[in-house]
């Protein structure tokens, strides 16, 4: 807490690296008074150290814990708060918070996959996609992509970091890859924002056994969608690639998926016979 003030031309900069670094980062700024009329400004990444001052010791404490509350979203609101000092003097502060856009991580490079990160990046995703071949992940196969990568899947995310802010769907090629995948994601704290399976039912539950008998909770599993996607009906990679997009939106979005005619019913609402 012994860094010197961030003027705000820096202050901005700073959070542009960490939202290209794909960190969430809170601003905590001193609302200016006649006494103190040049505000303070913290800054405090999900993973990094505090930026700035506040211009004093106590105080920088405490707005820390008040954007570390905010980033673990535990209360806090974007806003004007209140932090009152041990002699009980009250300091306003105003509290923003920045956040990458999500990144969605596609894992296997296959025929669902090209549709899957073409539709993810028009919906502003930052796709990154891996898989175990040299011929699949290539940057020509996947030009929306911000990044693709070659991964052994035996340790597949040992170089790739996954957060709470990361949307993931497998699309392996096969059993083995989804079980490690899963054994490793799940093993993770925290969770992905969203975690998807794609294949049938016969490969779902050999799946989900497995990682039963590995020790996995059942509260865990719950948070797996597999089979991934909404039901359309859907056969095509591309329609498939919906599928998936669609479920991942209705969560991002806290979205239920009914058709919105159904939940408005406006002919037997409006026009009653």
């Known amino acids: 807490m012994t860094e010197p003030p961030l ?9 542009l690296e960490h939202l290209d670094a794909g960190r969430t980062v ?3 700024v001193r609302v200016p008074t006649e006494v103190e009329p040049r505000p303070g400004r913290l800054l405090v990444p999900t993973d990094g150290p505090v930026e700035g001052t506040l ?3 106590e105080l920088d404490h405490l707005a820390v814990d008040l954007a570390g509350r905010a980033l673990e979203g535990e209360g806090p609101n974007e806003g ?3 932090l ?7 300091v306003e502060v105003y509290l923003e918070l920045h956040a990458p856009s999500p990144e969605l991580m596609i894992v296997g490079a296959g025929h669902i996959a090209q549709p ?15 898989d175990d071949r040299p011929e699949f992940a290539t940057a020509e196969r996947f030009p929306d992509a911000e990044r693709v990568a070659r991964v052994d899947f035996s340790d597949p995310f040992r170089d790739l970091p996954v957060g709470r802010s990361t949307y993931v769907v497998l699309v392996t090629r096969g059993h083995k890859y989804d079980y490690e995948c899963l054994r490793r994601l799940l093993a993770r704290d ?5 975690l998807g399976m794609i294949g049938s039912r016969r490969r779902v539950r050999a799946t989900f056994a497995q990682l039963l008998d590995e020790g996995v909770s059942r509260e865990r599993l719950t948070r797996v969608r597999a089979p991934v996607g909404l039901d359309l009906r859907a056969q095509t990679p591309a329609e498939i690639a919906v599928s998936v997009a669609a479920e991942i939106v209705a969560s991002w979005r806290d979205g239920t998926g009914q058709p919105l005619s159904d939940r408005e019913r406006i002919l037997e609402r409006f026009f009653p016979e």
Request: glycine fraction near 6%; proline fraction near 7%; hydrophobic fraction near 55%.
């Open 7 to 15: 003027d705000p031309a820096t202050a901005a900069a700073r959070v």
């Open 26 to 28: 809170a601003v905590v």
């Open 55 to 57: 211009d004093q010791a």
């Open 80 to 82: 004007v708060h209140e």
């Open 84 to 90: 009152t000092l041990s002699d009980g003097t009250e």
């Open 116 to 130: 899957l990160s073409m539709i993810g990046a028009l919906l502003g995703f930052r796709v990154v996609v891996v």
């Open 190 to 194: 925290p969770l992905p924002a969203y």
